[in-house]
């Protein structure tokens, strides 16, 4: 399985971003996802989860300006994320919200004050 996470970039604080994620294998439409990001030193957090109902949440840190969404049809999740702020640099990875797979690289979001 492969977990291929895209979309990030240098933004200024206020702006916005969508990341993708693209899953490989038949798990995808049978199971949640979740987007997680780890800023440099720190340990890896949850940032937002979405069901197979699509029912979603979010870290309290984000809540109110991400937005998870997921295309079955496309293996695909996504994050968009509005009014960013620079605490939210970081490396964002989706990975399955249970039983996850190996990691993938992540995709680098950097936002500047």
């Known amino acids: 399985v492969q977990l291929q996470a895209s979309g990030g970039g240098l933004v200024q604080a206020g702006g916005s971003l969508r990341l993708s994620c693209v899953v490989s294998?038949?798990?995808?439409?049978?199971?949640?996802m979740a987007w997680y990001r780890q800023a440099p030193g720190k340990q890896r957090e949850l940032v937002a989860t979405?069901?197979?109902?699509?029912?979603?949440n979010y870290a309290e840190s984000v809540s109110g300006r991400f937005t998870i969404s997921r295309d079955n049809a496309k293996n695909t999740v996504y994050l968009q994320m509005n009014n960013l702020k620079p605490e939210d640099t970081a490396v964002y990875y989706c990975?399955?919200?249970?039983?996850?797979?190996?990691w993938g690289q992540g995709t680098l979001v950097t936002v500047s004050s």
């Open positions: 990975n399955y919200r249970w039983n996850s797979e190996s």
């Open positions: 294998g038949s798990r995808f439409r049978l199971n949640d």
């Open positions: 979405i069901s197979v109902l699509r029912y979603t």
